[in-house]
C-alpha cells in the first residue's frame, strides 16, 4: 500500500468534483502511467483482471475452439468458457510452467480461432514460437499476463506480445489498484470497443449497439494504481532481494528447482515456486505444506488442482492429456513473497523446507 497520507492527497479533488467513477480523471491519469511504465500505446481499464479478458475475447469477436493452458488460475479457462468459447487445453513445458508451442500446433483444427497462453508467475511464454503459429494458421493471441506486471525481455514489455495482454491489478498482484485490471492491444481501433463493452455497449447518449457488460474501474481504484505505480521499482528490488535470498538458499538442495530468470529477462518477483522432485528430495511437496503449516508458513499449492481437474471441467477434459502440467501441479509449492518479507523469514522457511527433504 502506498503512504496513507499519499493516497488521502490523491483523492482530495473526488470530494471536490464528486466525480466517483466513469473514467474520471484519476481514471485517465493512470491509464497515461500505464502507457509510459508498460510501453505501450494502447491500455484500456477494467474493474478486474477477468473482466477484462472477458472483455477483450468478446470485442475480438472470437468463435470456436481456443488452446490454453490447464496450468493456470480459474479465471483463465472461465474467461473463455463463459465468452462461448471452446477451451481446448495443451500442455505445458517443464522448463518453466508456460504452454508448450509443439503441444500448442498439435490442438489446432480447423475450429480454432485463438491461443490464450499465461506468463505463468511472470515466466514469459515463448512468444516467438507462439506468435510463429498464429500467423502460419490466422489465429489470434490474447495473452493472460495477470503475473507480468513490469516484465520486460532484452527491453520489450510483456505488454507487447500477441494481439493483447491481460494484467491482473489484484490486491495479491506486484502491482495492484485494490481490484483492477488492464487490457495493453495493437489495434488501435479496439479502444472505443473496449470502453462501450465496459460501459454496457453505450456508444451515444441515445444509442447502445452492443450487450456490453459493466466493467469500469472507479476512481479510488485508479487513486491507488496512481500512487502504487510511484512505488514499483522499491517493491520489486525489495522482492528481488528476497528471491534472491530463496533462491542461493534453496537451489544447492538435491531434488528442489527454482525459477531463474532467463537471460535478458526483467523479471517482477511476483511469486516464489519451487518445484520438489519427490524421488531426488526424499519427500513430497505435500510433506513440504505440510510441515511449513505446522511451522505456522503459509506456502500455496498454486497452481493445483489443473483447471481440467475441477469439478466444472473435469467430465469433459482428463488431465492424462496434459502429464507435464499434472506433474507440475503435483510437485509445486509457491512459497512466502513480498516486499517486506525479513531475510531471517526467508532462511527459517528455507531451514524447514531443507528438514522435510532429509526426512
Ligand atoms: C489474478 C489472476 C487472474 C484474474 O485477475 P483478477 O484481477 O483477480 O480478476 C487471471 N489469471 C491469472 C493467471 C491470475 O493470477
Known amino acids: 500500500m502506498p503512504p496513507f497520507e499519499e493516497y488521502c492527497e490523491e483523492i482530495r479533488p473526488l ?30 481499464l477494467f474493474t478486474n483482471g477477468h473482466n477484462a479478458l472477458e472483455c477483450i475475447l468478446e470485442a475480438l469477436g472470437l468463435h470456436g475452439e481456443v488452446v490454453t493452458t490447464p496450468f493456470s488460475f480459474a479465471s483463465t479457462t472461465h474467461a473463455i468458457a463463459r465468452k462461448g468459447l471452446t477451451p481446448i487445453f495443451a500442455d505445458v513445458r517443464e522448463s518453466d510452467c508456460t504452454i508448450d508451442p509443439e503441444r500448442i500446433e498439435e490442438a489446432i483444427t480447423p475450429r480454432t480461432c485463438a491461443i490464450v497462453p499465461v506468463h505463468v508467475y511472470g515466466n514469459l511464454c515463448d512468444v516467438d514460437a507462439i506468435q510463429d503459429i498464429a500467423d502460419r494458421h490466422g489465429l489470434r493471441v490474447v495473452y493472460d499476463a495477470a503475473h507480468a506486471f513490469g516484465v520486460e525481455r532484452d527491453g520489450v514489455s510483456a505488454a ?180 517486506d518479507l525479513p531475510l531471517a523469514d526467508v532462511d527459517r522457511i528455507c531451514d524447514v523446507v531443507e528438514s522435510t527433504g532429509r526426512n
Open 15 to 44: 470530494w471536490e468534483s464528486h466525480w466517483l467513477t466513469n473514467m474520471g480523471e484519476e481514471h485517465r491519469k493512470l491509464e497515461e502511467a500505464l502507457k509510459e511504465r508498460l510501453r505501450t500505446p494502447n491500455v484500456c
Open 160 to 339: 507487447a506480445f500477441g494481439d493483447a495482454s491481460m494484467f491482473s491489478f489484484h490486491a495479491t498482484k506486484v502491482f495492484n489498484t485494490i481490484e483492477g485490471g488492464a487490457v495493453c492491444f495493437r489495434d488501435p481501433a479496439l479502444y472505443d470497443t473496449l470502453n462501450q463493452w465496459k460501459n454496457f455497449g453505450i456508444t451515444g447518449p441515445e444509442d447502445v449497439e452492443y450487450i456490453g457488460g459493466n466493467a469500469k474501474m472507479n476512481e479510488f481504484c485508479a487513486a491507488m494504481g496512481v500512487c502504487n505505480l510511484r512505488h514499483l521499482d522499491e517493491e520489486v528490488a525489495k522482492r528481488r532481494a528476497v528471491a534472491e535470498r530463496y533462491w542461493e538458499r534453496l537451489e544447492t538442495v538435491p531434488g528442489v528447482r527454482v525459477f531463474r530468470p532467463a537471460p535478458g529477462v526483467r523479471a517482477n518477483y511476483a511469486y516464489l515456486p519451487v518445484i520438489f522432485d519427490p524421488e531426488a528430495f526424499g519427500a513430497t511437496r505435500d510433506d513440504v505444506f505440510d510441515a511449513l503449516d505446522a511451522a505456522g508458513v503459509g506456502a500455496r499449492k498454486y497452481f493445483y488442482p489443473l483447471i481440467s481437474d475441477y469439478a466444472c471441467y473435469r467430465s469433459i477434459y482428463s488431465s492424462d492429456r496434459t502429464p507435464v502440467a499434472r506433474r507440475m501441479a503435483a510437485q509445486v509449492l509457491t512459497l512466502p513473497m513480498y516486499a
